[in-house]
């Protein structure tokens, strides 16, 4: 199975949830990361509908196609492994890991079965017989100065954490629709420029090499791929020709 | 300036915001985060204020320290780097980061200043013009299915980085309170469950060694750290103790 498939093996387990808000903004967040499947443990029978509905906005999908238990034991009886997350410790917490580190293991195991996320309370969590049936208990983490997340943006988070590891590493790369500049699409343009800057008055021989070690460096910041580097060529063979053009007339 | 401090010169920057809830989550994210500084350019004037103080819950003080500007120019006027947040692609925007990448950088940045965390409105994002005043033009993955986050959680997942940039590399370890068992603890654990296991007749003589090495691998996975080892022998103990007394009485 590949990747990006194990993701649809993931189930987001919402524990007691209080309020519908939080479960429409955690089924759009499903959504974000292709996440599809989304499983309620005794939702709170004050919980608002609506307000789930007007969350969930293009997931509604999610929302509806919910199955609710009356425990999380009978909520997780199918899945290879089940990551409860909390921001406590404690004596039978000791073997927290961290969101960003288990993503890969998580997303390795739902390569094999279903695997659940469960999160809890927004005012409680889990309870400690909740965390007994976890194989993992995931920590995000948080400032020391205000560390409880909302329940929606924990479940973005850890379904980010793997939406990301199921990519695979980040790709600037990818994301440049030009390849690198090389040093000598590099080297044309600077000395195009120098040509240009000693062509207005800018600068003389005598201290071009020197200005243009300020120039090398600006460009070789700003200018990373072959795009720029011919952008910027353009505009000085542009400037060089309107000031040749405009010496001819004067 | 330590990683930390710099957290403290990020200014999240929301343009044109449309909701109040979207502004009250902002503030409780980057509370989350350890971002403290507001600014708002040209919040929409239906923006209900009540919302964002609802759902700011107890980052509040955020929300009312926020500053206002009329213009992206004046909002940003300070600051070192500017970083917007887009989902879409064209000529004009090849220079995309992924949120990740570009995390570690933006902070050493604001290391030496004011770094701007730029993010449009709900339905329109920012506008070409308003790109143009950036910096850094920052790209959150999503599901190609449903790509766009809400406000409050690309800030949340925004944030979120720059706080692991800051808090530097995941660490399990220092998660775990407990030191990693030895080799040799782990030989004496299983030791004593094997003549435990001899004693109540679960196994013999002949078949301890391959039996036990089912347990060995059983213990490989589910063993990490000295306090795990020693719980089993604990047990392990106790049970041999348990059986020797029934004995003695039968």
Redesign the interface.
């Known amino acids: 199975m590949n990747r990006r498939k194990a993701l649809e093996n993931l189930r987001v387990v919402l524990v007691g949830t209080l309020y519908g808000g939080n479960v429409g903004?955690a089924c759009?967040?499903m959504?974000?990361?292709?996440v599809r499947e989304l499983r309620l443990v005794a939702p709170d029978p004050g919980l608002t509908w609506e307000f789930a509905e007007r969350m969930a906005?293009?997931?509604t999908d999610i929302l509806a196609e919910r199955r609710t238990f009356a425990t999380l034991a009978e909520a997780v009886a199918d899945c290879v492994a089940v990551a409860g997350t909390s921001r406590r410790?404690g004596l039978y917490r000791?073997?927290?890991?961290?969101s960003?580190?288990v993503a890969p293991e998580l997303l390795g195991l739902a390569e094999t079965g279903p695997v659940a996320l469960v999160f809890g309370r927004e005012d409680k969590g889990l309870l400690n017989e909740e965390l007994l049936l976890c194989t993992h208990v995931v920590?995000i983490?948080?400032?020391p100065?205000?560390?409880?997340?909302?329940l929606?943006?924990s479940v973005?988070?850890l379904c980010?954490e793997l939406?990301?590891a199921a990519?695979g590493p980040?790709?600037?790369r990818e994301?440049?629709?030009?390849p690198p500049a090389t040093a000598d699409l590099r080297g044309r343009m600077l000395a195009k420029l120098r040509a240009y800057l000693l062509a207005t008055g800018f600068m003389q021989e005598d201290n071009a090499d020197h200005m243009m070690e300020g120039f090398g460096r600006v460009f070789a910041r700003g200018v990373?791929?072959e795009?720029?580097a011919k952008l910027v060529m353009g505009a000085v063979q542009q400037a060089g020709w309107a000031l040749d053009a405009a010496k001819r007339r004067g």
Do not use: I, K
């Open positions: 903004s759009r967040a959504a974000n990361c292709g906005v293009h997931a410790g000791r073997h927290f890991a961290d960003r580190e920590q983490p948080a400032s100065d205000y560390p409880s997340y909302n929606a943006q973005l988070l980010h939406y990301r990519a980040a790709r600037n994301l440049e629709s030009s990373r791929t795009a720029d």
